[in-house]
């Protein structure tokens, strides 16, 4: 019974060493625009893009390549401003980033961002101005307590005079 156990012990544990830890050495660019590809570097990976899973804060991000050493994604629409993890589906094991990620919008007009930013199921604006505004800063808050995250873009309306405005989205999923 005793070598039973040790032969069930020493699989085990052979089982075990095969399996690699992802970790994340470095992200780059550390800020892109929604679409942009970031590279992550590290160890542990796969070189199956299906075995893995890679989220911008709380979002999914379509891989589009990965070796064990490297993984090339897309910034996916929702990314915030947080850490980045990498999953190994297959082991279970995951990793996180020390360095967050910056969503970045470039400070595209409004409607351009609207139109490629925010998804169907939020309200239109609650406050706003007319004229052309340039976004420069996003927070995705629940800012009325109903467990669904809101998002508020800072505006500058004006770069000559500095003058500024926020826009307000509730979600209403």
């Keep these: ?14 089982g075990l060493m095969g399996q690699t830890t992802p970790y ?10 929604v679409g942009e590809t970031v590279t992550i570097a590290g160890s ?33 629409q929702g990314a915030s401003h947080d850490e980045i993890m990498v999953i190994n589906v297959v082991t ?11 969503p970045n919008y470039g ?10 930013e925010l998804p169907a199921f939020f309200d239109s604006e609650v406050s706003t101005n007319t004229n052309q505004k340039l976004a420069y800063d ?14 508020v873009i800072t505006a500058q309306e004006n770069p000559t005079t500095g003058n500024a405005s926020r826009l307000v989205y509730q979600n209403s999923s």
């Design 138 to 151: 996003l927070c995705m808050c629940d800012f009325n307590g109903d467990g669904l995250n809101d998002i």
């Design 107 to 116: 400070g595209d007009s409004f409607d351009n961002l609207l139109k490629a």
């Design 24 to 33: 994340i050495n470095s992200i780059s660019p550390i800020t892109a625009k």
């Design 1 to 14: 019974m005793k070598g039973i156990l040790t032969l069930v012990w020493s699989c085990l544990v052979v």
């Design 92 to 102: 279970g094991y995951s990793a996180s980033s020390s360095q967050l990620f910056f």
């Design 44 to 76: 542990g990976f796969s070189a199956t893009s299906t075995d893995l899973r890679v989220l911008f804060g709380g979002v999914s991000a379509p891989i589009l390549s990965s070796t064990t050493n490297l993984i090339e994604v897309s910034v996916p």
